[in-house]
């Protein structure tokens, strides 16, 4: 379902970068689910280059059952552009919920006319992916944009819409990347690795997906899988009392 999605963001990436693989701990890389009636299959890749710290996707393959596919791209700390957030999920191809961001690591007025507001032209263009629903897991005004794209759609809606919207905001953002100044005071990039790694608790602790990874894989591989893989910036240790 969302194979050419993966596909546009490779060649993207290879085009444009000058890519070097970025290590996976042992065993998280992919697994196979050997408990449901489907199999069901993640893999993952990582990479990084000069501008690029953290480039990050997974694809969960379980057939008509669920397709996911899912992606972080970290800027380098000298940069604080937003983080490239994408989120597509599939469920018995009845239930599709997409999800792609330019992830704010601040709120000021000057940030969001830099980053945010360049988007808005490509949203207003893709209405009908921007539905405005309620986030159950996530707080909307912690690392979302307010033209973010978040729908309940079709298959047909990821096709015709949700892949010509997904690669206008991809350009847009290596646009914004290639425009970018680089910091250089030592204080302004550390504020960027913290605002990073801040992301990364939250995200780690919110996750939605740990009961999906749970129910495929097992709680103790998920656990791992988030935090030394997916967030692995988070610290695990305040994972235990946060969820439940
Ligand atoms: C929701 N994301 C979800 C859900 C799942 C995942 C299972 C709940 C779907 C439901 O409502 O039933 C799945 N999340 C994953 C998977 C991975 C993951 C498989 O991290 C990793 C492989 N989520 C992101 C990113 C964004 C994001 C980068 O990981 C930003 C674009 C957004 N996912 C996002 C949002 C929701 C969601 C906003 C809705 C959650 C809510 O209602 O609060």
Redesign the pocket.
């Known amino acids: 379902m969302f194979a050419p999605f993966k596909e546009y963001l490779e060649e993207e990436l290879f085009k444009r970068f000058d890519l070097r693989s970025r290590s996976i701990p042992a065993g998280l890389e992919s697994n196979i689910s050997i408990r449901g009636k489907n199999p069901a299959t993640?893999q993952?890749w990582c990479y990084q280059c000069q501008q690029l710290r953290k480039i990050r996707y997974?694809y969960?393959d379980a057939g008509e059952t669920a397709q996911?596919f899912?992606?972080?791209i970290y800027p380098a700390h000298h940069y604080d552009l937003p983080?490239l957030?994408?989120?597509f999920?599939s469920?018995g191809k009845k239930?599709i919920?997409v999800?792609?961001?330019f992830?704010p690591l601040f709120r000021d007025r000057a940030y969001t006319d830099k980053y945010i507001e360049p988007m808005r032209e490509i949203r207003d263009k893709y209405n009908e992916l921007a539905q405005n629903?309620?986030?159950?897991?996530?707080d909307?005004n912690q690392y979302?944009s307010k033209y973010?794209l978040?729908a309940k759609t079709d298959s047909e809606t990821v096709v015709n819409r949700l892949f010509p919207a997904y690669q206008e905001y991809i350009n847009l953002y290596w646009q914004m990347l290639a425009n970018a100044e680089p910091l250089t005071r030592p204080e302004d990039i550390q504020r960027v690795v913290k605002a990073q790694k801040d992301y990364d608790q939250y995200?780690a602790e919110?996750?939605?997906?740990h009961?999906?990874?749970s129910s495929y894989f097992g709680s103790e591989w998920s656990e791992k899988f988030l935090y030394e893989f997916?967030f692995e910036d988070a610290s695990p240790l305040a994972v235990t009392s946060a969820r439940k």
């Open positions: 993640i993952s997974s969960i996911v899912n992606s972080v983080l957030g994408v989120d999920l469920f239930k919920l999800v792609m961001d992830q629903l309620e986030m159950k897991f996530y909307a979302f973010l978040f995200s919110r996750d939605p997906a009961g999906l990874f997916l």
